[in-house]
């Protein structure tokens, strides 16, 4: 494997805020080239971390979406059966088809592990897979190696990804898994670093709508009953609402008259609570 420059200070993107002691832990993760685990309610901009962490760096990034039903080998590399099949039925002149190689493709890990530059690798959701899926995929990146049975070779990283880990916390994580990581908890932005977060998408956005806006925001993540409340993301697309219509007045949120609501409240039973609580609402 590879030895480069260590890796510069992440301090933040053009787009992302954090705060001192997210950055203290993302950057100690890269100089330890240990894998970062974050945790936290989604819409707390895990997974933007990782993006944020490419862009600020200049890397190139890998997002491995993980799935229930996945394997470890579906995020190591495939073994193309289907078409090594057809190629031999029906005689492709183009391809050996004893040539098992050919018909390898790199998975995420695998694409990570045989890049020529170090990139960071984004691990989504690592909750939804099962306990073994967890703990054989932190062995793979703590050797930074894995085999490909069907052409008996080991693949070994060029260079060691920044790898970054997210977890809606819907499962709990095995102790061994935990271990070999580092952690943080990302926890909801109280208002002061909502603000700054806003002002990161909205440079030019007004004193009276980023105040009202962020008022009735977190006035309506206590509605009683809700499922999903809104987050960060739901923020900005409701503010991107309500900067687009020309009808929009703020003195009608300072009202209580609260539009796009299914901007904000993506499930049925979130939205009905929301539009009852705002009818009686006064901000």
């Not at 493709?105 to 967890?134: C, H, N, P, W, Y």
Request: proline fraction near 4%.
């Amino acid at each position: 494997m590879n030895t480069e420059s260590p890796i510069r200070k992440f301090t933040g993107a053009s787009k992302y805020v954090l705060d001192e002691e997210l950055a203290q832990i993302v950057n100690i993760s890269m100089a330890l080239e240990m894998p970062l685990l974050l945790k936290g309610e989604p819409g707390t901009g895990k997974t933007m971390l990782a993006h944020a962490i490419a862009e600020a760096l200049n890397m190139k990034l890998i997002v491995l979406n993980v799935k229930s039903s996945m394997k470890l080998v579906d995020a190591l590399y495939q073994y193309d059966t289907l078409t090594r099949l057809n190629d031999s039925r029906f005689g492709d002149s183009t391809r050996d088809v004893s040539r098992i190689e050919d018909y390898i493709r790199m998975g995420k890990i695998g694409q990570a592990f045989v890049s020529d530059e170090r990139v960071v690798l984004l691990i989504d959701e690592i909750d939804k897979a099962d306990t073994d899926f967890q703990d054989d995929m932190l062995d793979v990146l703590d050797q930074m190696e894995f085999d490909i049975i069907e052409i008996d070779k080991t693949v070994k990283a060029k260079y060691r990804p920044v790898i970054i880990i997210t977890s809606n916390a819907k499962k709990d994580l095995s102790d061994p898994f935990l271990g070999r990581c580092n952690f943080h908890h990302i926890a909801f932005p109280e208002p002061k670093m909502m603000r700054k977060i806003i002002e990161a998408h909205f440079p030019d956005i007004s004193k009276d709508l980023l105040e009202h806006t962020i008022r009735a925001f977190y006035r309506m993540r206590e509605f009683r009953g809700i499922e999903k409340k809104p987050a960060t993301r739901e923020l900005i697309n409701w503010i991107r609402a309500l900067k687009a219509d020309p009808d929009f007045r703020i003195k009608d949120l300072i009202k209580g008259e609260i539009p796009y609501l299914g901007v904000l409240f993506k499930k049925s039973p979130d939205y009905t609570i929301a539009r009852n609580a705002v009818s009686r609402m006064r901000i």
